[in-house]
């Protein structure tokens, strides 16, 4: 009876044991049957730590990503093409783990030509050793949750020396963001109409109409050109940085056969360097050649707010598009979140 109570009470010690994460500690956490949405979240967690230590081994670099890389945008595209993937904890995280090394990387000086950062959506900062300018720099996603959290997104804003804004689409305007320039004593140029009165240095142009600013303390000239996404103002900014080169940035520029019209002239009156398009941009290979550039860095993929999954735009059909100009024989830098590259004329 004895030997009976003992086998009784070892064979209840053993079953408690397998029930617990201490004898079994992948059981608790990895285990996902019945728990459909965690089971999600767990392999984006996953996929997004992979894919961003992918980028960082595979940088970018002109042409063709090498296929690691390109493996690893691809990933991207399709977590980001997965509505239940949007606003979840991994993209957070992934994210602004991305922007957190724009932060730190803008203290890095830049001793010749331009580095170009990306960030989300159609974004960027460039900076020369003399100043760094910020194009279309938003927090993304809603109000009460941004993608790119406060401290890291004000912090890359307190960073640079002016905001240029291509127009009002909340994926490229933020008023807090363009505030926040305006408090340090920094100058944004916003689009005819936008943002009248909000701050003295909150400067929208008085015509819509091409427009040279020149900003001496900072070495650089600024020529808007007046382009239009459809009906709304779309402020095309040329940013001449003197002595290290000129980069084109289009905003959402698209649908106006009348602005394709000068934009084939853009490369006869302005050497580009870099031209930054909307990734989407109708005629994009005819822009390309009106611009006339050295390097082609798109912008504007994966937008997640207002866009449904077939206009968030994938890396993957950058690719293509630019496999498709191979005639151009131009060199093009496809990169995303967070990442940077060295541009020396
Ligand atoms: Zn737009
Ligand atoms: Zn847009």
């Given at each position: 009876m004895r030997t009976f109570t003992t086998l009784l009470l070892l064979a209840v010690a053993a079953f408690a044991t397998a029930q617990t994460?201490?004898?079994?500690?992948?059981a608790d956490k990895y285990i996902y049957q019945g728990y459909l949405k965690d089971y999600k979240l767990g392999q984006a967690a996953e996929a997004y730590s992979a894919i961003d230590t992918m980028l960082q081994t595979y940088i970018p670099e002109q042409n063709q990503p090498a296929m690691p890389r390109e493996l690893a945008l691809v990933s991207l595209d399709q977590l980001l093409h997965d509505?239940?993937?949007?606003?979840t904890a991994p993209f957070y995280n992934f994210i602004n783990t991305r922007m957190k090394r724009v932060l730190k990387d803008l203290d890095r000086p830049v001793s010749e030509g331009l580095r170009i950062y990306k960030l989300y959506n159609d974004g960027f900062i460039i900076k020369s050793k003399k100043a760094t300018v910020a194009i279309d720099l938003i927090p993304g996603g809603?109000?009460?949750?941004?993608?790119?959290?406060d401290s890291v997104i004000y912090g890359i804003a307190g960073k640079c020396d002016a905001l240029f804004i291509s127009h009002w689409h909340p994926d490229h305007a933020n008023l807090n963001i363009a505030k926040s320039f305006a408090a340090r004593g920094k100058r944004v140029i916003a689009p005819k109409?936008?943002?009248?009165?909000?701050?003295?240095?909150i400067q929208p142009l008085d015509e819509h109409k091409e427009t040279h600013i020149e900003f001496a303390d900072l070495d650089l000239t600024l020529h808007v050109l007046p382009g239009h996404q459809g009906d709304i103002y779309n402020n095309i900014n040329v940013v001449e940085f003197h002595g290290a080169g000129t980069v084109a940035q289009t905003?959402?520029?698209?649908?106006?056969e009348d602005d394709l019209a000068w934009i084939d002239h853009v490369h006869e009156k302005y050497d580009i360097d870099v031209f930054m398009p909307?990734?989407?941009?109708?005629?994009l290979q005819r822009a390309i050649e009106g611009f006339g550039p050295k390097l082609i860095i798109t912008g504007h993929?994966?937008?997640?707010?207002?866009?449904s999954i077939d206009h968030r735009e994938a890396y993957w059909i950058t690719i293509k598009k630019m496999e498709l100009m191979a005639e151009l024989e131009l060199p093009y830098v496809l990169m995303t979140w967070g990442e940077w590259y060295d541009y020396k004329k």
């Open positions: 994460s201490e004898a079994n500690p992948y509505t239940d993937n949007d606003a809603p109000d009460n949750k941004p993608f790119i959290t109409d936008l943002w009248v009165g909000a701050d003295p240095l905003g959402d520029q698209w649908g106006r909307n990734c989407w941009m109708d005629q993929e994966n937008e997640l707010g207002e866009h």
